[in-house]
């Protein structure tokens, strides 16, 4: 069973490899006219995260547009990004479209309960 956490885990890791994450600089790089998915993860605390990494693997498939772009900010950069974004609790997720956060899942919650306010706002045309 720990074997098929780590080939879950590093499967995860190995799909999201094309994203961009966040580096330490103070500009972040948000498309102002697409719909852009952020993920605030915690390395040191990836065992919360399994309900986050199924869910984005769920969500690519249908929405893969949406997760070309997909940034991620480490638990260490978070603090920079606090205000901007209102992130309660890490692991979160959300969708950012121009200057707001149209859908937002922080802390611990199931696979579905991030996929269903994320999909709500990925498959309208939000504006």
């Known amino acids: 069973m720990k074997g098929l956490s780590f080939v879950f ?4 890791l190995f799909l999201t490899a094309s994203c961009n994450p966040v580096n330490d600089s103070d500009d972040l790089m948000l498309s102002k006219g ?21 869910a984005i ?5 249908q929405y893969p547009a ?7 900010i480490q638990a260490s950069n978070a603090n920079k990004y606090h205000d901007l974004f209102e992130v309660e609790q ?16 922080n802390g611990t919650v ?6 269903e306010p994320l999909s ?6 939000y504006r």
């Open 34 to 54: 697409i719909k852009q998915v952020v993920f605030f993860s915690d390395e040191e605390d990836y065992k919360h995260e399994a309900s986050y990494y199924d």
């Open 110 to 115: 199931t696979k579905d309960q991030i996929i």
């Open 66 to 72: 949406e997760f070309d772009n997909m940034m991620i």
């Open 9 to 12: 885990v590093a499967s995860f």
């Open 90 to 105: 890490i692991p979160a997720i959300l969708v950012v479209h121009g200057d707001k956060v149209i859908a937002n899942v």
């Open 120 to 125: 709500a706002v990925l498959k309208n045309d």
């Open 57 to 61: 693997i769920e969500l690519k498939k």
